[in-house]
């Protein structure tokens, strides 16, 4: 069965950094577009960042922009999330998804679903 695992989430003061990971497993990443999402208590799943599986076009959102930087190595199979200013505002569970597909159809129209998901990892932003 295809999944996908997600780890680097904990706990960090704002302004602080984490990079979070996402690996697969069942599965390579090479043909396939990397999207992160986050999910806060009480609101819906914001779509923050993608990586087209030629590791030639990002999508971020406008609130992790600047701020936020996504990345790939398919030689070691996996794809990562840098996490800079973190802000409270940050805080939720982080999620890695991977599809077949266009990056702008998977990520700026979001006309097409990502289809496998990882389990999740809690980020929380406090002082």
């Known amino acids: 069965q295809v999944h996908l695992v997600e780890s680097g989430g904990g706990l960090v003061q704002p302004g602080e950094s984490l990079k979070l990971s996402c690996t697969p497993s069942?599965?390579?990443?090479?043909?396939?577009?990397i999207g992160w999402f986050r999910q806060a208590p009480g609101k819906e799943r914001e779509r923050i960042s993608c990586?087209?599986?030629?590791?030639?076009?990002?999508y971020y959102a406008d609130s992790v922009k600047g701020r936020f930087t996504v990345s790939r190595d398919d030689a070691k199979n996996v794809a990562f999330l840098q996490m800079d200013s973190l802000e409270p505002e940050d805080t939720a569970v982080y999620y890695c998804?991977?599809?077949?597909?266009?990056?702008?159809?998977?990520?700026?129209?979001?006309?097409?679903?990502?289809?496998?998901w990882g389990q999740g990892t809690q980020v929380t932003v406090s002082s």
């Open positions: 998804a991977a599809e077949i597909g266009l990056l702008h159809r998977l990520c700026v129209s979001a006309t097409t679903a990502f289809r496998t």
């Open positions: 990586i087209n599986s030629r590791n030639d076009e990002t």
């Open positions: 069942g599965f390579t990443f090479e043909y396939y577009t």
